[in-house]
């Protein structure tokens, strides 16, 4: 199986920055895709940001010149920056990871159970 695991999350004041980090470990062949989304209570989960395995990026509109997405493949991380935090930016943010694993083929979707990002104003 495939695990991950989201740090980072926490309060911080308006215009402030935090680091959320991702770890996936278990039975990994190959990840490719890696992102981070979110999700506010009522809403739907969105796309923050996304990653290929080749480092291409791709990020919300929202987050565009606040946040950066990054990875180190060879510790199966995958990490987001964000800076210059607005109120609008609270929410649970989950890591997402499309892997590869060695008893199985074909790419599957894991999840994280989430990390708290609150934003005082």
């Known amino acids: 199986q495939v695990q991950l695991v989201e740090s980072g999350g926490g309060l911080v004041q308006a215009g402030g920055s935090l680091r959320l980090s991702c770890a996936a470990s278990?039975?990994?062949?190959?990840?490719?895709?890696m992102g981070w989304y979110r999700q506010v209570p009522g809403k739907q989960r969105e796309l923050v940001a996304a990653i290929t395995s080749a480092g291409g990026t791709n990020y919300a509109d929202s987050v565009k010149g606040r946040f950066t997405i990054s990875r180190d493949s060879a510790k199966n991380t995958v990490y987001l920056e964000m800076n210059s935090l607005k109120p609008e930016d609270a929410a649970v943010y989950y890591c997402?990871?499309?892997?590869?694993?060695?008893?199985?083929?074909?790419?599957?979707?894991?999840w994280g159970k989430g990390t708290l990002v609150t934003v005082s104003s």
């Open positions: 278990g039975s990994i062949l190959r990840i490719n895709t």
């Open positions: 997402n990871a499309e892997v590869v694993r060695t008893d199985w083929k074909i790419p599957m979707d894991y």
